[in-house]
Antibody, heavy 120, light 106 residues
Framework: EVQLLESGGGLVQPGGSLRLSCEAS????????MNWVRQAPEKGLEWVSG????????FYADSVRGRFTISRDNSKNKVSLHMISLRVDDTATYYC?????????????WGQGTLVTVSS | YELTQPPSVSVSPGQPATITCSGD??????TSWYQQKPGQPPVVVIY???KRPSGIPERFSASNSGNAATLTISGTQATDEADYYC??????????FGGGTKLTVL
Protein backbone atom coordinates (compact mmCIF):
# COMPACT_ATOMS: atom_id res chain seq x y z
CA GLU A 1 0.00 0.00 0.00
CA VAL A 2 1.33 3.40 -0.99
CA GLN A 3 1.82 5.71 1.95
CA LEU A 4 2.91 9.34 1.76
CA LEU A 5 3.52 11.33 4.92
CA GLU A 6 4.07 15.07 4.63
CA SER A 7 5.65 17.22 7.31
CA GLY A 8 7.10 20.67 7.76
CA GLY A 9 4.05 22.87 7.38
CA GLY A 10 3.28 25.71 9.74
CA LEU A 11 2.92 29.46 10.16
CA VAL A 12 5.53 31.67 8.52
CA GLN A 13 5.78 35.40 7.91
CA PRO A 14 5.74 36.86 4.41
CA GLY A 15 9.23 36.70 2.96
CA GLY A 16 10.12 33.74 5.12
CA SER A 17 11.10 30.21 4.16
CA LEU A 18 9.95 26.69 4.89
CA ARG A 19 10.97 23.18 3.90
CA LEU A 20 8.35 20.52 3.37
CA SER A 21 9.19 16.83 3.41
CA CYS A 22 7.39 13.72 2.28
CA GLU A 23 8.35 10.23 3.34
CA ALA A 24 7.15 7.52 0.97
CA SER A 25 6.63 3.79 1.43
CA UNK A 26 4.87 0.89 -0.23
CA UNK A 27 6.39 1.23 -3.71
CA UNK A 28 9.75 1.36 -5.51
CA UNK A 29 10.40 5.03 -4.88
CA UNK A 30 13.03 5.66 -7.55
CA UNK A 31 10.77 4.25 -10.28
CA UNK A 32 8.23 7.06 -10.02
CA UNK A 33 8.17 10.79 -10.37
CA MET A 34 6.85 12.78 -7.44
CA ASN A 35 4.75 15.94 -7.35
CA TRP A 36 3.71 18.67 -4.96
CA VAL A 37 0.17 19.95 -5.43
CA ARG A 38 -1.39 22.68 -3.30
CA GLN A 39 -4.89 23.77 -2.48
CA ALA A 40 -5.65 27.19 -1.03
CA PRO A 41 -8.55 27.31 1.44
CA GLU A 42 -11.85 26.71 -0.35
CA LYS A 43 -10.07 26.75 -3.73
CA GLY A 44 -9.11 24.23 -6.40
CA LEU A 45 -6.03 22.14 -6.91
CA GLU A 46 -2.85 23.75 -8.23
CA TRP A 47 0.12 21.72 -9.41
CA VAL A 48 3.28 23.23 -7.92
CA SER A 49 6.28 21.11 -8.85
CA GLY A 50 7.38 17.71 -10.08
CA UNK A 51 10.60 15.71 -10.13
CA UNK A 52 11.53 12.69 -12.21
CA UNK A 53 12.29 9.34 -10.63
CA UNK A 54 16.03 9.83 -10.98
CA UNK A 55 15.86 13.39 -9.69
CA UNK A 56 17.60 14.72 -12.79
CA UNK A 57 14.57 16.57 -14.18
CA UNK A 58 12.59 19.11 -12.21
CA PHE A 59 9.52 21.11 -13.19
CA TYR A 60 7.80 24.12 -11.66
CA ALA A 61 4.63 26.14 -12.02
CA ASP A 62 5.26 29.71 -13.12
CA SER A 63 3.84 30.95 -9.81
CA VAL A 64 6.66 29.35 -7.80
CA ARG A 65 9.58 29.12 -10.22
CA GLY A 66 12.66 30.76 -8.75
CA ARG A 67 11.26 30.59 -5.20
CA PHE A 68 10.60 26.87 -4.67
CA THR A 69 13.07 24.01 -5.14
CA ILE A 70 12.07 20.36 -5.31
CA SER A 71 14.54 17.60 -4.51
CA ARG A 72 14.51 13.91 -3.67
CA ASP A 73 16.70 11.41 -1.85
CA ASN A 74 16.06 7.98 -3.31
CA SER A 75 18.17 6.33 -0.60
CA LYS A 76 15.73 7.64 2.01
CA ASN A 77 12.48 7.47 -0.03
CA LYS A 78 12.01 11.16 0.58
CA VAL A 79 11.01 14.17 -1.50
CA SER A 80 11.31 17.75 -0.30
CA LEU A 81 10.07 21.18 -1.29
CA HIS A 82 12.19 24.13 -0.17
CA MET A 83 10.17 27.33 -0.27
CA ILE A 84 11.67 30.83 0.05
CA SER A 85 10.30 34.36 -0.34
CA LEU A 86 6.91 33.08 0.74
CA ARG A 87 3.88 35.20 -0.04
CA VAL A 88 0.42 35.39 1.49
CA ASP A 89 -0.99 33.70 -1.60
CA ASP A 90 1.23 30.66 -1.00
CA THR A 91 -1.07 29.81 1.92
CA ALA A 92 -2.47 26.36 1.17
CA THR A 93 -2.52 22.71 2.04
CA TYR A 94 0.42 21.14 0.26
CA TYR A 95 -0.01 17.56 -0.93
CA CYS A 96 2.78 15.19 -1.80
CA UNK A 97 1.64 13.01 -4.69
CA UNK A 98 3.21 9.97 -6.30
CA UNK A 99 3.12 10.03 -10.09
CA UNK A 100 2.03 7.13 -12.23
CA UNK A 101 5.18 7.26 -14.35
CA UNK A 102 8.94 7.81 -14.20
CA UNK A 103 8.60 11.35 -15.53
CA UNK A 104 5.90 13.62 -14.08
CA UNK A 105 2.60 13.16 -15.84
CA UNK A 106 -0.25 12.58 -13.42
CA UNK A 107 -0.52 11.88 -9.70
CA UNK A 108 -2.05 8.57 -8.69
CA UNK A 109 -1.62 8.56 -4.91
CA TRP A 110 -1.78 11.46 -2.45
CA GLY A 111 -0.73 12.15 1.11
CA GLN A 112 -3.02 13.79 3.63
CA GLY A 113 -1.36 17.16 3.13
CA THR A 114 0.41 19.69 5.33
CA LEU A 115 -0.90 23.20 5.90
CA VAL A 116 1.29 26.20 5.16
CA THR A 117 0.05 29.56 6.41
CA VAL A 118 1.86 32.71 5.34
CA SER A 119 0.76 35.60 7.50
CA SER A 120 2.15 38.44 9.56
CA TYR B 1 -2.12 25.81 -20.94
CA GLU B 2 -5.53 25.93 -19.33
CA LEU B 3 -8.31 23.47 -18.60
CA THR B 4 -11.87 24.74 -18.17
CA GLN B 5 -14.61 22.98 -16.21
CA PRO B 6 -18.13 24.06 -15.27
CA PRO B 7 -18.21 25.19 -11.63
CA SER B 8 -21.17 23.00 -10.77
CA VAL B 9 -23.29 20.12 -12.04
CA SER B 10 -26.47 18.80 -10.47
CA VAL B 11 -27.95 15.35 -10.99
CA SER B 12 -30.75 13.26 -9.55
CA PRO B 13 -29.90 9.93 -7.93
CA GLY B 14 -29.79 7.11 -10.45
CA GLN B 15 -29.33 9.49 -13.39
CA PRO B 16 -26.12 9.94 -15.40
CA ALA B 17 -23.84 12.86 -14.58
CA THR B 18 -21.53 14.39 -17.16
CA ILE B 19 -18.65 16.73 -16.39
CA THR B 20 -16.70 18.33 -19.20
CA CYS B 21 -13.13 19.59 -19.33
CA SER B 22 -12.01 21.70 -22.25
CA GLY B 23 -8.53 22.61 -23.45
CA ASP B 24 -6.80 23.33 -26.72
CA UNK B 25 -6.17 20.06 -28.62
CA UNK B 26 -6.77 18.20 -25.38
CA UNK B 27 -7.04 14.88 -27.19
CA UNK B 28 -3.31 15.06 -27.96
CA UNK B 29 -2.62 14.74 -24.24
CA UNK B 30 -3.60 12.22 -21.57
CA THR B 31 -6.29 13.36 -19.13
CA SER B 32 -6.89 12.15 -15.59
CA TRP B 33 -9.88 12.78 -13.34
CA TYR B 34 -9.83 13.15 -9.56
CA GLN B 35 -12.61 13.01 -6.99
CA GLN B 36 -12.21 15.03 -3.80
CA LYS B 37 -14.58 14.88 -0.86
CA PRO B 38 -14.51 17.52 1.91
CA GLY B 39 -11.51 17.28 4.18
CA GLN B 40 -9.89 14.50 2.14
CA PRO B 41 -7.11 14.36 -0.44
CA PRO B 42 -8.06 13.72 -4.06
CA VAL B 43 -8.52 10.20 -5.41
CA VAL B 44 -7.87 9.32 -9.05
CA VAL B 45 -10.97 7.86 -10.70
CA ILE B 46 -9.77 7.88 -14.32
CA TYR B 47 -6.27 8.01 -15.79
CA UNK B 48 -4.88 7.99 -19.35
CA UNK B 49 -8.20 9.29 -20.68
CA UNK B 50 -10.29 6.16 -20.12
CA LYS B 51 -8.63 3.79 -17.64
CA ARG B 52 -10.21 3.11 -14.29
CA PRO B 53 -7.96 2.23 -11.31
CA SER B 54 -8.74 -0.89 -9.33
CA GLY B 55 -11.37 -0.20 -6.72
CA ILE B 56 -13.14 2.51 -8.73
CA PRO B 57 -16.72 1.52 -9.57
CA GLU B 58 -17.58 0.70 -13.17
CA ARG B 59 -20.12 3.51 -13.25
CA PHE B 60 -17.19 5.90 -13.73
CA SER B 61 -16.11 6.27 -17.37
CA ALA B 62 -14.50 8.94 -19.51
CA SER B 63 -13.56 9.96 -23.02
CA ASN B 64 -11.27 12.49 -24.67
CA SER B 65 -11.87 13.86 -28.14
CA GLY B 66 -10.93 17.06 -29.87
CA ASN B 67 -10.80 19.91 -27.38
CA ALA B 68 -12.78 18.25 -24.61
CA ALA B 69 -12.60 15.39 -22.17
CA THR B 70 -15.73 14.10 -20.48
CA LEU B 71 -16.26 12.23 -17.22
CA THR B 72 -19.50 10.29 -17.01
CA ILE B 73 -20.98 8.74 -13.91
CA SER B 74 -23.80 6.39 -14.80
CA GLY B 75 -26.40 5.70 -12.15
CA THR B 76 -25.09 8.48 -9.90
CA GLN B 77 -25.22 7.72 -6.19
CA ALA B 78 -25.31 10.06 -3.21
CA THR B 79 -21.78 8.95 -2.35
CA ASP B 80 -20.57 10.41 -5.66
CA GLU B 81 -21.26 13.93 -4.43
CA ALA B 82 -17.84 15.60 -4.45
CA ASP B 83 -15.57 17.98 -6.32
CA TYR B 84 -14.12 16.62 -9.54
CA TYR B 85 -10.96 17.86 -11.23
CA CYS B 86 -9.53 17.07 -14.63
CA UNK B 87 -5.76 17.13 -15.08
CA UNK B 88 -3.24 16.90 -17.86
CA UNK B 89 0.46 17.45 -18.50
CA UNK B 90 1.64 20.10 -20.91
CA UNK B 91 5.24 20.17 -22.14
CA UNK B 92 5.44 23.96 -21.65
CA UNK B 93 3.30 24.47 -18.56
CA UNK B 94 3.85 21.26 -16.60
CA UNK B 95 0.98 19.83 -14.61
CA UNK B 96 -2.38 21.50 -15.14
CA PHE B 97 -5.63 21.08 -13.23
CA GLY B 98 -9.04 22.29 -14.25
CA GLY B 99 -10.82 24.64 -11.87
CA GLY B 100 -12.97 21.84 -10.49
CA THR B 101 -16.64 20.95 -10.71
CA LYS B 102 -18.86 20.54 -7.68
CA LEU B 103 -21.20 17.61 -8.30
CA THR B 104 -24.43 17.82 -6.34
CA VAL B 105 -26.71 14.79 -6.14
CA LEU B 106 -30.18 16.15 -5.45
Amino acid sequence: EVQLLESGGGLVQPGGSLRLSCEASGFTFSSYAMNWVRQAPEKGLEWVSGISGSGVSTFYADSVRGRFTISRDNSKNKVSLHMISLRVDDTATYYCAKDMSLGPRAPDSWGQGTLVTVSS
Amino acid sequence: YELTQPPSVSVSPGQPATITCSGDKLDTKYTSWYQQKPGQPPVVVIYEDTKRPSGIPERFSASNSGNAATLTISGTQATDEADYYCQTWDSNTGGVFGGGTKLTVL
